[in-house]
Nanobody
């Protein structure tokens, strides 16, 4: 059974940093790409943050994440990390990781994709 578990969220002040972890089980890290998405308070839809390919291709990022967020993968631990720096109040959201068959902005999620339970990130002074 494919499972993803996020951790590392918390409360930080603006300008602070956090590192989120997404630990996978039940699948090979060579099979799925892993995306990070977030859902801000009061918003119905989730917003793409990054995608880390199952290959060695560089991770891709949403415009708001470029230069501040870095995604990386430890295949031995089947874990994907999201290092977030210079956090802003508008980064406040529940962050989810998800398996994807591929990266790309045209990707459409289906019921075959597997989501974690999410981890809360709050940025406020």
């Amino acid at each position: 059974q494919v499972q993803l578990v996020e951790s590392g969220g918390g409360s930080v002040q603006p300008g602070g940093s956090l590192r989120l972890s997404c630990v996978g089980s039940g699948f090979s890290p060579d099979y799925y790409s892993i995306g990070w998405s977030r859902q801000a308070p009061g918003k119905e839809e989730r917003e793409e943050v990054s995608c880390t390919s199952s290959s060695d291709a560089p991770s891709s990022y949403a415009d708001f994440a470029k230069g501040r967020f870095t995604a990386s993968r430890d295949r031995g631990k089947n874990t994907v990390y999201l290092e977030m720096t210079n956090l802003k109040p508008e980064d406040t959201a529940v962050y989810y990781c998800v398996t994807r068959l591929r990266c790309g902005t045209d990707y459409v999620y289906t019921s075959y994709d597997n989501w974690g339970q999410g981890t809360q990130v709050t940025v406020s002074s």
